[in-house]
């Protein structure tokens, strides 16, 4: 029969696959260098009014920033890890800010509408990213809110980058933790190959019901409101994005040691920082985070009772007006920190 030889059919693919990119990529970058945005619109769940979305060009793929809100000081949001991004972390806050800040919402690398992205989205690539929001939106600093994976650059954001850092609210944040020999071994194992990183969490996200009981295990440490809304928007993520571990989870791991571990140089914080955690997370252990706190000068850690890993989705009732009030709006008290460093 006619036709491309076997042994070439994957690479007239692969070139097929790249040009449509490119051509997608061009269409975006003028409107990306004019700085427009766009009306969102589309997802599974209804979309907090006023959202705009831009879309940077990189070399790797585009970079896609959701903005609410013309006033007030800059707050750019940083979510998680794997299956998240920037409207999973943050549906509650964006809206809660937008009144009295000019909020940004960064969907990480290969997450949201951050794809396709051709290359790694490694610690320092995401970093870079960061750097690459505020140019684009010509922000000399901002305030830096993230959580999980998003708290840990967050925090070594600051640390790089000092002068370009006002305030930091981490919540749960990753980057500040290390495990036994036999788990780390383990975890390392899973990282390095490819077949077990993609296949255990594939098993994790197989039907709506698994991703649920997940969610309630790993996640969150009781009642949600809207957790339906939850559980749907993770299996469009997982339908778009397929189920697996990070690249920066992956890479932050090694063979021996943390690759990623700020710990030794939380000492270098030098803007006001808060650091949020949930005693019942499964996560990250609530005395890991008071522990990190304590190194940064200064800061304030708050221990939020009976609440889990994702407290911006739990309990948005308490995060919200928590860092609105660091934030400076006046929203609600910082009673329930303590003052540490």
Same mark, same amino acid.
């Given at each position: ?111 949201? %509408? *951050? +794809?396709?992205?051709?290359? /790694?989205?490694?610690?320092?690539? &995401?970093? =870079? ?5 505020? $140019? ?69 996200? %197989? *039907? +709506?019901?698994?991703?649920? /009981?997940?969610?309630?295990?790993? &996640?969150? =440490? ?5 957790? $339906? ?113």
């Amino acid at each position: 029969m006619g036709g491309v030889p076997h042994s070439h059919r994957g690479d007239h693919r692969r070139d097929r696959r790249r040009q449509h990119r490119l051509r997608r990529q061009r269409q975006h970058r003028c409107r990306c260098r004019r700085g427009q945005g766009r009306e969102v619109t589309g997802g599974t769940a209804a979309e907090p009014s006023g959202l705009r979305g831009t879309y940077l060009t990189c070399p790797e793929g585009r970079l896609h920033v959701y903005s609410a809100g013309d006033r007030g000081s800059p707050v750019l949001l940083l979510s998680g890890a794997g299956i998240d991004n920037a409207l999973l972390s943050w549906r509650h806050l964006i809206p809660a800010l937008s009144p009295r800040h000019r909020v940004l919402a960064l969907d990480w690398p290969k997450q949201g %509408r *951050s +794809r396709p992205w051709d290359g /790694r989205a490694t610690h320092e690539r &995401l970093l =870079a990213a960061i750097t690459q929001v505020l $140019d684009h939106f010509d922000l000399p600093s901002a305030a830096l809110v993230g959580l999980s994976q998003g708290g840990a650059l967050a925090l070594a954001y600051a640390i790089e980058h000092p002068s370009r850092v006002d305030r930091i609210a981490a919540l749960a944040p990753a980057g500040i933790l290390s495990f036994p020999p036999v788990v780390h071994q383990a975890l390392w194992l899973v990282a390095k190959l490819p077949l077990l990183s993609r296949t255990l969490p594939s098993t994790m996200f %197989r *039907s +709506r019901e698994s991703v649920a /009981r997940f969610a309630r295990r790993a &996640l969150f =440490a009781g009642p949600v409101d809207d957790f $339906d809304d939850v559980v749907d928007e993770i299996m469009a993520e997982v339908r778009v994005a397929g189920a697996g571990s990070s690249d920066w989870q992956n890479a932050s791991i090694g063979p021996l040691r943390m690759r990623v571990d700020l710990r030794p140089r939380l000492g270098e914080v030098i803007c006001p920082a808060l650091l949020v955690q949930g005693d019942k997370d499964a996560g990250v252990n609530a005395a890991r985070t008071r522990a990190a706190a304590a190194l940064v000068p200064g800061s304030r850690f708050v221990l939020l009772e009976g609440v889990g890993h994702w407290s911006s989705r739990q309990v948005p009732d308490r995060v919200n007006p928590l860092i609105g009030a660091f934030l400076g709006e006046g929203q609600g008290t910082m009673d329930a920190g303590d003052p540490l460093g």
